[in-house]
Every structure is written in C-alpha cells, then in structure tokens.
C-alpha cells in the first residue's frame, strides 16, 4: 500500500517539552516537505528536503528542527522554543519530476496543554 | 511579490450550481498553478492543475481557468454537489524550485 503515513494522528504536549513528529513515504520520492496549517493561514513551509541529508529552512523555521537520514523518513521536532506549536502539521513528497506535484499525508494534530 | 491571494474566503452555493474560487499573483516566474481540496482533518489533495501555456484545464466538472496577463487563475466547480462541501487551495511555484506559495483558502458550503 503505496503512500504517505503521518504519526500519531493526535499528540498532546506540555509546555516546554519537545515532541517529534513522524512522516514515512514509500512513493520513492526524492523530495519531503513540512508544513503548518492555522485556520485562516492556510499553509506555510516550515522545513523541506530536496535530497538525503540535506534540508533547507521554510518560511517559519523558528522553534522546530528535522533530520533526513533515509529517503523514507522526514521527522519534524517541535521544541520547547516554539512559542505557539498548536496547529495541523502536514508531510508532503514530490518526486521532482516535470509536474512537481506534491502529495499530503494525513496530517498530525498538535495540542500544547 | 510570492503572495498568491485567494478569495473568496468562504462559499455558499445551492446544490446544481456554480462555485468559482479566485487567485491572483504577482510572481511572473510561477509556472504552475494546483488546485487542491481538503476535507476537515484531512490532508490536502491534488485536484487539477494547470501550466500557463494553456489558458483552461477541465477535468470532470471541475475547470481551471487562467490569464497570463492578469495574472489570475481560477477554479470553476460546476453542477456543485454537497459532496464538494471542503475547503479549497490554490497555490503557485516555480519550476524546480520546490516550493509551493498557498493561497490562504476557500471553505465551500454546498446547500442540499
């Protein structure tokens, strides 16, 4: 079952802690991507990756820190610097290709206590 | 200049009728346009797309329409169903760049 899985669906945190969120693809895409989606805001770039460890800052870069050790896995740290983490994170791939098309995952609910 | 603007910000059309959703943007570099439907809690997902060497994409009920001159595309739903009840994204970027620029989003409400 091809796709792109985003774990846990919902994730509560406490002032102060880090928490990491997860996004798996098995598309064979080169390129991931995070984003962060507030009501109102629609989607604003926090992180993306073009290659394997290699990733560039989005537009709201502040407060979170990803990896990119393996083509599959993009994880997304949210840290305590993070002023205002509660939103709807998503996960994207791109293949890179000609369309540059990008495909959401799921998406993960953060909820900061 | 990387903003698109999306408008209008809500929708609410009878069911049979027409929904049409604008863009604009300034960015002359942007060379291709998605469209993208989000049910709540969901992820966003491609509708259709287009690349303005086309003026108009249709794929089912669902059209883009777009003016390189004006710098405007827009998203034409018709024969609305209350099934296309969700929020809608237009966004722009650049070949190879790898970034998308999103318009803040449409909530369309289709009346039974």
């Known amino acids: 079952d091809g796709g792109i899985t985003q774990s846990p669906k919902y994730l509560f945190r406490k002032e102060g802690q880090n928490v990491t969120l997860s996004c798996e693809q098995n598309l064979n895409h080169d390129a991931m991507y995070w984003y962060r989606q507030d009501p109102g805001q629609g989607l604003r770039l926090i992180y993306y990756s073009q290659i394997v460890n290699d990733f560039q800052k989005g537009d709201i870069a502040e407060g979170y820190s990803v990896s990119r050790e393996k083509k599959e896995s993009f994880p997304l740290t949210v840290t305590s610097a993070q002023k205002n983490p509660t939103a709807f994170y998503l996960c994207?791939?791109?293949?890179?290709?000609?369309?540059?098309?990008?495909?959401f995952g799921p998406g993960t609910r953060l909820t900061v206590l | 200049q990387q903003q698109v603007k999306q408008s209008p910000q809500s929708l609410i059309v009878q069911k049979g009728g027409i929904s049409i959703i604008n863009c604009a943007y300034e960015?002359?570099?942007?060379?291709?346009f998605p469209w993208y439907q989000q049910f709540p809690g969901k992820g966003p997902a491609l509708l259709i797309a287009i690349r303005p060497d086309v003026s108009e994409k249709k794929e089912g009920r669902f059209t883009i329409s777009f003016n390189k001159s004006a710098k405007q595309f827009s998203l034409h739903i018709m024969d609305s169903q209350p099934g296309d009840s969700a929020t809608y994204f237009c966004?722009?970027?650049?070949?190879?760049?790898?970034?998308?620029?999103f318009g803040t989003g449409t909530r369309l409400k289709v009346l039974a």
């Open positions: 960015n002359t570099a942007f060379d291709y």
């Open positions: 994207a791939t791109s293949d890179g290709s000609n369309t540059d098309t990008q495909y």
């Open positions: 966004a722009a970027s650049n070949k190879g760049t790898y970034k998308y620029i």
